[in-house]
């Protein structure tokens, strides 16, 4: 007799039918990647008919620990999980990749400043743009997980010249699902009933949860954006200062929600948005909203399963244009940053 309850759907009970996929996943051994490759071999990030097969990049040091993972994967039976790769080399990784998820970077320490933290990570990047320019599938999709996420995205892009623009993202998404929680917490709704909220900007504290065009349990977000006291006092910050706060109560950064959040991006970019929905995520600019050309930076998007699509038309209030102009700002100086070191 079962002892599950009728309308649970167990995470082996997947039926593969569709093309596999062939993910690539660095810092597979770190406490993201180890948080999201069980979630990927149960067709969380692709769909419950995908097959994937996976390729796991790590340092050296960490080759031990990463054949751990593997051995706890294949522990879980999972149905779609078809072929599992490990290793140190980037080409060898990304050979064939249709999806490369970036999480392998080192951490930020106490005491570390952006610049720092820009030397010792842009370089790992610009080695993983060479890797996938030259193994990759042509339609490979990246997103960009370790920090500084967006910097590290514009280096890549840049030592992947061939790769289109639009192949190459930044996570946003753990900002713009913390977002959604404190507006659904304050209007005291569910998070399902919180749609069309935008993050704005770099993956940093200038980082902007844009509300006014948000629908909140049938109300506009824009009621709530009215009381700007709330707004820059409590929202803003409670969204923009969330990872340290983490870290005070837990003693360690975030890992659960930002691999959920990094699950959530590809499952959008490759199986679409809610319909009537928008999401949030760091994409290569084209002039939108003032947004300079060619930075990545987080903005509102919609996916039909074959890329994204930044939405339009939407109106700036003065408020939202200052805070978007600081994260730009930051943004800029990234690139200014990254290019004084010779990367881009
Ligand atoms: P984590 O898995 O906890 O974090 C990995 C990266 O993700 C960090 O840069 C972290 O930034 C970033 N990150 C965390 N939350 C978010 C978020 N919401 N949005 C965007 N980025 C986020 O780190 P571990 O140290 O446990 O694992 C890193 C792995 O990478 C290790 O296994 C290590 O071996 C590997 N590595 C690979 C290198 C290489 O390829 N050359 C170099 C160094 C390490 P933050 O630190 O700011 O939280």
Known sequence: MSILAPDVVRETDAFPSARPMTVTVTGAAGQIG????????????????????????????????????????????????????????????????????LIGAKPRTVGMERADLLAANASIFAVHGRAISEAAADDVRVVVVGNPVNANALVLAHHAPDLPKQQITAVSRLDHNRAVFQLARRAGVPTSEVSRLAIWGNHSSTMYPDITHAVVGGRSGAEYAADTMWLEMEFIPSVANRGSAIIEVRGQSSQGSAAFATKEHMYDWFCGTRPGDWTSAGVWSSGEYGIPDGLVCSMPVTSDGSGWTVVEGLNIDPLSRRYIDTSIADLLEEREMVKAMGLI
């Open 34 to 101: 180890y948080t999201l490759l069980f979630r990927v071999a149960a067709g969380l990030m692709f769909g419950a008919d995908t097959p994937v097969n996976l390729r796991l990049l790590e340092i050296p040091s960490a080759m031990r620990a990463t054949e751990g993972v593997v051995m706890e994967l294949e522990d879980c039976g999972f149905p779609l999980l078809r072929d599992i790769d490990i290793t140190s080399d980037p080409v060898r990784a990304f050979e064939g990749a249709n999806a490369g998820v």
